[in-house]
């Protein structure tokens, strides 16, 4: 076994969990799978963004070029080189040999041999039957769910637009139910968190023939879910319910939201505003916003929190100072007691 083929590893192999102080909720053991284009090992990980990336074991950095290094950090991956250590990690999809790669960067090229080389091998030896042939890395790095329904329903916030696997008041929460062990029944849909708004289709997505076609018939502009605030947005691209969103729980099952693309998704463009989704108080009264609902502000800055907390509460900056001040008066305290 060659030393690239020891780097790849099977990660199946592994029996990882996640520490107390990772910034993710999907549990290591449950983020093993493989590809189902080429039936490569891979591990999932929550990216910086909300979405999740496939990622091969650790590679020496100075081997891989800039644009293919990421990192994790607290569970977390990052795009670049972790600066406190001297190996790095590739997305699966950039060396996927189910995968053309028209402009594969030369340090990479025995990385996606190796790879081909066990693809064919499995299949060969009837191990391994591939799901299809994609045609872009992008399939391979946010592969859609397994079960969808036959309305899907596009979310949007500011320019990110991410579709689901059914229609909004079908989305079911992923954490695990901490009294039956098995997923969460509740939804996450709530109508006062959003409104239909059209959205403006990326004309860089919608390309060939297939996506002139699209363009032509929404004229570049489809109808999405459009969430209220950023608070929101992160409790629906988690797909949590609301008792579920600050829980530690971890994710029964994968996040099943994936970004939007026109040509994958056009058998759920709608072009018509879709109707019975109106807010459970809507009124003819203006309403005046006048900041987050039972938000409390630092009893000693502007900063405020929406979290239920004590009277007197301090933000994490006023709170440090606060500390600070303590360390000092004691100090000056303890020298005057010990003249």
């Known amino acids: 076994m060659t030393r ?46 909300g979405t999740r990336i496939p990622l091969t074991p650790e590679f020496p950095a100075d081997s891989v070029p800039p644009r293919l290094r990421w990192h994790v950090d607290c569970g977390v991956a990052f795009p670049g080189r972790d600066p406190r250590a001297a190996y ?17 960067p030369d340090q990479v090229v025995d990385v996606v041999r190796v790879l081909a080389r066990r693809m064919n ?9 591939p799901y299809e042939e994609p045609s872009t890395e992008q399939e391979v790095e946010h592969p859609g769910p397994e079960q969808t329904e036959q309305v899907r329903h596009i979310v949007a916030y500011y320019g990110v637009l991410r579709i689901g696997p059914c229609a909004i008041e079908d989305l079911q929460c992923i954490a695990e139910d901490q009294r039956t062990g098995e997923r969460c029944e509740d939804g996450v849909y709530n109508a006062d968190q959003g409104r239909w708004e059209e959205v403006d289709i990326d004309p860089q997505q919608a390309t060939g023939r297939q996506g002139q076609l699209v363009l032509d018939v929404t004229q570049g502009r489809v109808w999405a879910w459009h969430l209220v605030d950023f608070h929101v947005a992160r409790r629906w691209w988690s797909q949590r319910c609301e008792a579920h969103f600050e829980s530690s729980r971890p994710d029964a099952v994968s996040n099943e939201f994936v970004p939007f693309h026109p040509v994958r998704h056009d058998a759920y463009l709608l072009t018509e505003r879709p109707h019975g989704y109106e807010p459970q108080n809507a009124s003819n009264k203006i309403v005046i916003h006048e900041g987050p609902k039972g938000s409390t502000k630092c009893a000693r800055c502007t900063n405020s929190t929406g979290r239920a907390v004590e009277e007197g509460w301090l933000c994490w900056q006023c ?13 000056w305290a303890n020298a005057q007691l010990g003249r």
């Open 4 to 49: 690239l083929e020891r780097i790849l590893g099977d990660p199946m192999t592994r029996n990882l969990y996640l520490h107390r102080s990772n910034q993710t909720k999907m549990l290591r053991r449950d983020a093993k799978a493989r590809c189902k284009f080429c039936g490569t090992s891979i591990e999932f990980f929550d990216r910086y963004d």
């Open 319 to 331: 709170e440090r100072a606060e500390q600070r001040r303590a360390r000092v008066h004691r100090r």
């Open 88 to 104: 790095c990690r590739i997305p699966h999809p950039a060396v996927c040999p189910a995968v053309d790669h028209p402009d594969l």
């Open 121 to 129: 091998q499995a299949i060969s030896n009837g191990e391994f039957v």
